[in-house]
């Protein structure tokens, strides 16, 4: 491979993940770790990255995200899959709040279907998916429009979340970790999706493969508190996402798969909606995590159902006069 193909496949895999180890550029356009922050070094001098140790990160490092145009054409097939299966756990009369976020819009798509279904979000795209579901509430948080990804943040926004109670929360991010669970490269959003882990009974995140092993730079949701990861299946030579997976079932974090299967023509076909493969939790989940501003223990969550009737529908409709 030629030293400006090498160096083009370098810049897409950091516009992608946000950040990539120097390991991992050294597998995919295999060459060698010196090789590769030799292009490293030639990219941040014509200013399209920036050096990290062990790394390499988008310019400005890890504060800066890709806007959601950018965002919206990454691993579509891998989000509609997830999005579907994602669908599945969502019954009928719940009450949830959903994040912002490419993947969580086309899950909101699919949640239109579901009659008596209340959706918390501080997301304007999902919002508007939702906007014609005559069987679906809708409830926005209030905060602050923030451009790059259409969503409610600040001060406004978490306010309007406190005291809300719903049975779960389907949450997306730049990166996810077995060691430090959902990140995000903004502040703004990561203080909000803390507030939205508050609210909720059980916490489900949605993420593709490409985000397994990548970290970003503000925590959002830690590993103990991640009920279930909604995700796809990794390519055979994807080591480090296959790693993660296992490392976060390890943890107690329940992993439902979704991907493609071959038809007998040999065309690859998505899986259709409800198909998954849960992968067993090895143990109890640890009890009490480090804390931060809107963080609680796991085991203060209380179920949905467990709640006096209308309690849920109370708090909503509370949270709407606010």
Do not use: C
């Given at each position: 491979?030629?030293?400006?193909?090498?160096?083009?496949?370098?810049?897409?895999?950091?516009?992608?993940?946000?950040?990539?180890?120097?390991?991992?550029?050294a597998r995919?356009?295999?060459?060698?770790?010196?090789?590769?922050?030799?292009?490293?070094?030639?990219?941040?001098?014509?200013?399209?990255?920036?050096?990290?140790?062990?790394?390499?990160?988008?310019?400005?490092?890890?504060?800066?995200?890709?806007?959601?145009?950018?965002?919206?054409?990454?691993?579509?097939?891998?989000?509609?899959?997830?999005?579907?299966l994602?669908?599945?756990?969502?019954?009928?009369?719940?009450?949830?709040?959903v994040?912002?976020?490419?993947?969580?819009?086309?899950?909101?798509?699919?949640?239109?279907?579901?009659?008596?279904?209340?959706?918390?979000?501080?997301?304007?795209?999902v919002?508007?998916?939702?906007?014609?579901?005559?069987?679906?509430?809708?409830?926005m948080?209030?905060?602050?429009?923030?451009?790059?990804?259409?969503?409610?943040?600040?001060?406004?926004?978490?306010?309007?979340?406190?005291?809300?109670?719903?049975?779960?929360?389907?949450?997306?991010?730049?990166?996810?970790?077995?060691?430090?669970?959902?990140?995000?490269?903004?502040?703004?959003?990561?203080?909000?999706?803390?507030?939205?882990?508050?609210?909720?009974?059980?916490?489900?995140?949605?993420?593709?493969?490409?985000?397994?092993?990548?970290?970003?730079?503000?925590?959002?949701?830690?590993?103990?508190?991640?009920?279930?990861?909604?995700?796809?299946?990794?390519?055979?030579?994807?080591?480090?996402?296959?790693?993660?997976?296992?490392?976060?079932?390890?943890?107690?974090?329940?992993?439902?798969?979704?991907?493609?299967?071959?038809?007998?023509?040999?065309?690859?076909?998505?899986?259709?909606?409800?198909?998954?493969?849960?992968?067993?939790?090895?143990?109890?989940?640890?009890?009490?995590v480090?804390?931060?501003?809107?963080?609680?223990?796991?085991?203060?969550?209380?179920?949905?159902?467990?709640?006096?009737?209308?309690?849920?529908?109370?708090?909503?409709?509370?949270?709407?006069?606010?």
């Amino acid at each position: 491979m030629f030293a400006a193909e090498r160096r083009q496949l370098i810049l897409e895999m950091v516009r992608a993940n946000g950040a990539v180890s120097l390991r991992e550029l050294a597998r995919v356009v295999q060459t060698s770790e010196v090789t590769v922050r030799r292009d490293v070094r030639a990219l941040e001098a014509e200013g399209l990255l920036d050096r990290r140790h062990g790394g390499a990160v988008l310019p400005g490092g890890f504060t800066r995200e890709s806007g959601f145009p950018q965002k919206s054409h990454l691993a579509t097939a891998e989000k509609t899959a997830i999005a579907d299966l994602a669908a599945s756990f969502v019954e009928e009369g719940e009450a949830i709040v959903v994040g912002a976020g490419t993947t969580t819009q086309e899950l909101a798509r699919r949640l239109a279907r579901v009659p008596g279904l209340t959706v918390v979000t501080n997301s304007l795209l999902v919002a508007q998916a939702l906007a014609h579901a005559n069987r679906v509430e809708v409830v926005m948080t209030g905060g602050t429009l923030r451009g790059s990804n259409y969503a409610l943040v600040g001060s406004g926004a978490e306010q309007s979340l406190q005291g809300l109670r719903v049975s779960r929360a389907f949450l997306s991010g730049s990166g996810l970790t077995a060691e430090r669970g959902l990140s995000t490269s903004n502040m703004l959003s990561a203080s909000v999706d803390r507030a939205l882990v508050q609210a909720a009974a059980e916490v489900v995140v949605l993420a593709d493969h490409t985000k397994l092993g990548t970290d970003t730079m503000f925590q959002t949701v830690p590993t103990d508190f991640i009920t279930r990861l909604v995700t796809d299946e990794p390519p055979a030579h994807d080591d480090r996402a296959a790693t993660e997976l296992q490392a976060l079932a390890d943890q107690g974090v329940q992993i439902a798969v979704t991907g493609a299967s071959e038809n007998p023509g040999g065309d690859q076909v998505p899986a259709r909606r409800g198909q998954r493969r849960d992968v067993p939790v090895p143990g109890p989940r640890r009890g009490q995590v480090p804390g931060g501003p809107g963080l609680r223990t796991a085991g203060s969550a209380t179920a949905l159902g467990e709640q006096a009737p209308g309690a849920e529908r109370a708090r909503v409709a509370d949270l709407r006069r606010r």
